[in-house]
């Protein structure tokens, strides 16, 4: 059984910057896009961005500016950095697993509450 | 880039049929994925590429996807079933490449 659990601060200062990891256990993290998805309280989902776990990048264009994904196939891990973050970024950050023969994320880590605030 | 839209609330009694719709510009030619979110749980994949249901998911979950609609069906609704619903499609053609719905919340009367 794939799982998928973040980690990281969950509060961070107005214009400093978000780090998350996300740690996959029970799957070798070869062959799929590992991805970021937000949700702010009480609202929809958007899509952060992914990396394929050979390194091949996807960002989502409003948020490309600050954002960085990573991923260390030793530490079955991959990462998030939002720089400059502000009010708006406080959401639920969860990674997720995306197939590469597919479009859908089939597993989800819990889920994790950032939030920014002084 | 795409969107996609979808009601804020659908509303039913227990038993009765469900149908929430998820609309696209010729959202037809495209897979539909749709996830079902509970309160403080992550999204769950329920239905992927229109119509398959995933395993676990009960037989009163049905999809379907036709030009600019698609539609999840919950037949004999329960009690349970109340939660946030998200359809979403991959968009190839665009810099945004994973396009969600804005979610629909299914309350049980």
């Known amino acids: 059984q794939v799982q998928l659990q973040e980690s990281g601060p969950r509060l961070v200062r107005p214009s400093e910057t978000l780090s998350l990891n996300c740690t996959v256990s029970?799957?070798?993290?070869?062959?799929?896009?590992w991805t970021w998805i937000r949700q702010p309280p009480g609202r929809g989902l958007e899509w952060i961005g992914y990396?394929?776990?050979?390194?091949?990048?996807n960002y989502n264009p409003t948020l490309k500016s600050r954002l960085s994904i990573s991923v260390d196939m030793s530490k079955s891990q991959f990462s998030l950095t939002l720089s400059s973050v502000t009010s708006a970024d406080t959401a639920f950050y969860y990674c997720?697993?995306?197939?590469?023969?597919?479009?859908?994320?089939?597993?989800w880590g819990p889920g994790a509450l950032v939030t920014v605030s002084s | 880039s795409y969107a996609l839209t979808q009601p804020p609330a659908v509303s039913v009694t227990p038993g009765e049929t469900a149908r929430i719709t998820c609309g696209g510009t010729?959202?037809?030619?495209?897979?539909v994925h749709w996830y079902q979110q509970k309160p403080g749980q992550a999204p769950l994949l329920i239905m992927s590429?229109?119509?398959d249901r995933r395993p676990g998911i009960a037989e009163r979950f049905s999809g379907s996807n036709s030009g600019d609609t698609a539609t999840l069906t919950i037949s004999r609704v329960e009690a349970g079933d109340e939660a946030d619903f998200y359809c979403?499609?991959?968009?190839?053609?665009?810099?945004?490449?994973?396009?969600f719905g804005g979610g629909t919340k299914l309350t049980v009367l």
């Open positions: 010729n959202i037809g030619t495209k897979s």
């Open positions: 590429y229109n119509s």
């Open positions: 990396i394929f776990y050979s390194g091949s990048l």
């Open positions: 979403q499609v991959w968009d190839g053609n665009s810099d945004l490449s994973v396009v």
């Open positions: 997720a697993r995306r197939a590469a023969d597919g479009t859908l994320f089939d597993y």
């Open positions: 029970g799957d070798s993290m070869r062959g799929y896009y």
